[in-house]
């Protein structure tokens, strides 16, 4: 069985940077580093970072893409952890993005539409 739809694919310089789902009311704050994207795919990514998140986390993204100013927040979970083999980060994070739509806790069709314009081959 397979275990993701969508091919992953990596774009040099892309980084990311997250918040954590806030407690209550309070607006969670996005952290002042960005990490390293190791991989990216509609359905999610493998980035690296110093902080050791739980498997079921949810978290909100947004990408910095190089030579693009639009960034969308992106709505995910963490899906597994495990050890950097370097040195530079402690911890390798995969995680998957929430479905597409309008629900709460989906992320937006347009988001679906700008993760397929990064595609290789996007375009063409």
């Known amino acids: ?9 990596n774009i040099p310089g892309v980084t990311l940077y997250f ?26 990514a493998k980035f690296l970072c110093h902080q050791r998140f739980s498997p079921g986390n ?19 979970s963490i899906k597994w952890i495990s050890k950097n083999p370097e040195q530079s980060y402690r911890y390798q994070t995969g995680i998957s993005f929430n479905s597409y739509g309008s629900r ?7 988001v679906l539409s700008f993760l397929e ?3 290789p081959g996007a375009g063409k």
């Open 1 to 9: 069985m397979k275990k993701r739809n969508c091919k992953r694919f």
């Open 19 to 44: 918040r954590e789902k806030p407690f209550f009311f309070f607006s969670g704050k996005y952290s002042a580093d960005y990490f390293p994207v190791i991989n990216l795919s509609k359905g999610g």
């Open 58 to 76: 949810r978290i909100t993204i947004k990408l910095d893409i190089p030579g693009m100013d639009q960034a969308h927040e992106i709505l995910a």
């Open 104 to 110: 709460k806790n989906e992320n937006s069709m347009e």
């Open 117 to 119: 314009t990064l595609e």
